[in-house]
């Protein structure tokens, strides 16, 4: 294929691709119009039914909270299917273990860091897992929630190790008590909706007393289930950066023998 | 509205190339998160908080940091195999 072949295939894809672009971008909606019918009705009864200010989060966690927790454990499954591939082997483990002990930094890189970025990230660290904290809990109040929640904190201990303190993000991440903390996060937001089915009523049915509209604990199971989520995703997000530095550091030990 | 929504639009595809035309990985990562953070802007401005937040990390923390990673390693195998082929000489 010569480059004048190449450059004539790619023009006639052009050419293809600008026109049904063109077409689509015809019928579009006009500058910040919304047409559907749904999104109005519900942003004026979420807070009149919920009690929850933020009518997304009404929505994700209460009227759909049922394809809300599918993909709560979509995200779940995902975890487990990455920790499952790259889980070590037992006699590798072994020898790893007794690696880590004598060299306990070898990831470290050499590089010298700036004095600025390392305590700008490290002094970042506590603030961002007060706010993530915050997001989560107040879902239902504020823009936010429990998917943005928890990826704020695990971004805390990358904030770590972009600072070079990668003992602190090795201590951090590969504690065991993250694993246990991804499963309770998971197996409560499903038990919240069992809590439904005691009161009698469907699955995942907001049970709970909805209290004052604007209060922290107010719009019933929607702020338990938000803080839920924060905890499973961030759990989720610190084992999956975990495994990936896990399969990294074997492979450059592999090599180094 | 109209004029910031466009300009910060066309500002994005403008990273967008920037990104692509960028030759050192390291700097690539750097625009890349530069990307992530307009993206957060514009989804802010559609009046979409909820996802300008969840944008802010995973785009502009969350990526890069996962992106640098594999060049790491990849950059750490080339000197690994580098100083086997010395050794072998």
Redesign the interface.
């Known amino acids: 294929m010569t480059p004048k072949i190449r450059l004539l295939v790619f023009l006639i894809g052009a050419v293809g691709l600008g026109a049904v672009y063109c077409a689509g971008a015809r019928n579009m909606p006009p500058?910040?119009e919304y047409r559907g019918p749904y999104g109005d009705v519900i942003a004026s009864l979420a807070v009149f039914e919920r009690h929850a200010t933020?009518t997304?989060?009404a929505i994700t966690y209460d009227y759909r909270g049922f394809d809300t927790l599918g993909e709560e454990f979509i995200l779940f499954s995902a975890v487990t299917g990455v920790m499952l591939l790259l889980r070590p082997e037992k006699a590798e483990q072994k020898k790893r273990n007794e690696e880590s002990n004598e060299n306990p930094q070898s990831f470290q890189?050499a590089a010298a860091l700036s004095e600025t970025v390392q305590v700008f990230t490290t002094a970042l660290f506590g603030f961002s897992v007060l706010f993530g904290a915050y997001?989560a809990t107040h879902g239902q109040l504020t823009?936010?929630?429990g998917?943005?929640g928890g990826?704020?904190i695990?971004?805390a201990p990358?904030?770590l190790?972009?600072a070079e303190n990668t003992d602190a993000f090795r201590r951090i991440v590969s504690h065991p008590i993250v694993e246990f903390f991804e499963g309770f996060g998971a197996s409560l937001y499903a038990l919240i909706g069992f809590l439904a089915l005691l009161a009698g009523a469907p699955f995942l049915t907001n049970v709970l007393p909805l209290g004052q509209t604007g209060d922290v604990f107010s719009s019933g199971t929607i702020g338990l289930i938000s803080t839920c989520v924060g905890v499973e995703v961030a759990a989720a997000?610190i084992l999956v950066?975990y495994e990936?530095?896990r399969e990294?550091l074997s492979?450059?030990r592999d090599?180094?023998r | 509205m109209m004029i910031l929504g466009s300009g910060l639009l066309a500002l994005i595809a403008v990273s967008a190339f920037v990104i692509v035309r960028t030759d050192d990985v390291t700097n690539q990562i750097i625009a890349l998160s530069f990307y992530g953070l307009l993206f957060a802007l514009m989804f802010f401005i559609f009046q979409a908080p909820d996802v300008a937040l969840s944008q802010v990390t995973v785009g502009a923390i969350a990526l890069p940091l996962m992106v640098m990673l594999a060049i790491t390693r990849m950059k750490h195998r080339e000197e690994l195999n580098k100083r086997k082929q010395e050794k072998s000489r």
Do not use: K, R, S
Request: net charge negative; glycine share 6%.
């Open positions: 500058w910040a933020d997304v989060n890189d997001i823009p936010g929630g998917f943005q990826v704020i695990a971004a990358m904030l190790y972009i997000f950066t990936y530095l990294i492979c450059e090599q180094e």
